[in-house]
DNA sequence: TTTTAATACTAAATCGGTTAACTATAAATA
DNA sequence: TATTTATAGTTAACCGATTTAGTATTAAAA
């Protein structure tokens, strides 16, 4: 029932102006010389009444919002939901408030969502940024807002971005799978010309040739939010190729999909076909075998692009040339990649 | 570069006072008697130039800011981080932004975290409470602010809730334990005195008395955050037990450290000890054996959610009785329970 | 013809802060 | 003594919208 305090009520009950109460409640009574006397006074009543400035008033005329946007591809993937997490609670702890969207990879709803964000004053972007909007992030970039990527980067664009280092992490991979043994593996990933996808690929690609194996077998399944569309095609692609002894998977998702598929199939790893796949989670590590996968270091993913995004935050003027920050990803080998 | 237009820009370009322009803009031409002419030159303009309102100035003005306020106790929660997700789409398809937090269940962080939104004009609020808040949620209540909350419900507070029958499917679980022929059901869960995580206790409590079994075997694990903390007592408590040929574990956090610890120490279900645990996602359906899980229809809950929401949104002044939604789970039998 | 009503808008206050520019007094310096 | 400097504040404009109360013109009714 009780009315929000302003400004102007403390102003009154202390018979102060509102310049002074706002001058002292930021920081700035030493530099506009106010008394210690009445800063004291002014603290203590704040402090009792409970009073809180509405920050809509202050963003308002200051131009910042203490908020910064964080868009992921699906907030429900184990993999963007632990990095929200770890970012949440740095951007918190930093004063900063993050309101979050899941593009599904969706060009058009991303562009719908930089609106979104624009229109409610976020002073800074996080995104693991889907194709096709190179113009939208350079326009931010343009205005001056400060933007980090993560998990991929765009080509063209030029700013700070954190990821892994994808290529490696696949030809590393797949060379695990050529000492073991295994002599026709493929790479099952989703359908994407996103960076990180394609160096997934060209990771594969690389130690497969480099080692003299036959082609290199890529399935390419499109991007989908309904799992069934997803193991369709990989049913479909299992059953075609029979001859197939060991399968790397592009990302968790994908992987999840196809150890269903498999243990449907009743194709046990790695007798029938050796698995890996890339992004570390509970799934594969409690998964008969353990899957071997490529963990990502989310921890430090997260603390980077916070990191990054702060310093450009505190230092806008800042031109520095952006930050190409690359993490070393851990093969974790587990029983689904050994052979006997 | 180009600064961002102002509804005085506006205004000023058209030769018309910014009220009207705020008028047509918020559809109330005609209940001003704004002329057809002047709103389709107004509307025109607007498109062209792509002007859009500052919805800070706006949320300033009319005391609403367009945002809810999600409050759960982990984002990265499979659980959770799923139902954020389903909100996150019906709440933009509805016009409204979410700001998420998450709690760790820790009261005093929820406290901040409430002052947080409040500070943020944020118009509703969805949150699965910690303990020990019922007077922060009241006095939000009492402030006229609309709360949903969900997962759990604060007994002394009187607002809409959306939660599952806990009671009945931890009862239903257990019984089915018994009717597979197992003797030494145990339950493990974390500490609490949240209402879903007593009803659960009691649940599975009223089966194992009215069947007239051995005392309850209840095993609490004080909530944690680090994982190997939820372990060790776990290890402990399988290690000095080994009599017990089931457990139940109360929720899918626990259970999936459950079945870590029960791996580690080479116990295979349901064989050694059936598992049976709290909420349904794919490290249970892809465990070997695949695990009895009791899964809670996300969907609907999100969807209840939104809806109740909404509607208090829309029809503030509204005192109708708040709703107790309180929807069926799904006990989805697998091998990790089925006796031989 | 005067009054009333309808039409088509506008001026100015307001939301709750921040901030540039200014004032009034006392103390220090020239 | 006159001028400068330091101290301790205040006034009023501003951020960009919404909204109440009002104005000017024309048409209809009395």
Known sequence: MKKKLSIVDIANELNVSKTTISFILNGRAQEKRISNDLVERVMKHVAEVGYKPNSLAKSLRTGKSNTIGLMVEDISNPFFASIARLIEDRAYVNGYKIIYCSTDNDTNKTKDLI??????????????????????????????????????????????????????????????????????????????????????VKGYRDAIISNGFKPPIIKEIPFNQDEEQIMAPLRDFVKANPDIDAILFGTNHIGTCGLKVLNELGKKAPTDVAVISFDDYDVFKLHSP???????????????????????????????????????????????????
Chains 1, 2 share one sequence.
């Not at 624009?118 to 002073?123: F, I, K, S, T, Y």
């Not at 450009?312 to 800042?318: A, I, M």
């Not at 520095?320 to 006997?340: C, E, F, M, W, Y």
Request: hydrophobic share 40%; charged share 25%.
């Open 115 to 200: 609106g979104m964000f624009r229109d409610r004053h976020v002073d800074g972007y996080i995104m693991a940024p889907p194709e096709g909007i190179e113009e939208d992030i350079q326009s931010l970039i343009k205005d001056g807002m400060p933007v980090v990527l993560f998990d991929r980067h765009l080509p063209g664009v030029k700013t700070d971005f954190i990821e892994v280092d994808n290529l490696f992490s696949t030809y590393n991979a797949t060379k695990h799978l050529m000492d073991q043994g295994f002599k026709n593996i493929a790479f099952v990933t989703f359908a994407s010309h996103q960076t990180q996808m394609m160096d997934r």
């Open 290 to 340: 353990p899957v071997t996968a490529i963990a990502q270091p989310v921890e430090a993913i997260a603390d980077n692009v916070i990191t990054v995004l702060l310093e450009k935050l505190n230092d806008r003027s800042s031109s520095a040339k952006p930050q190409s920050i690359v993490l070393k990803t851990d093969l974790r080998i587990r029983n689904s990649s050994l052979k006997g």
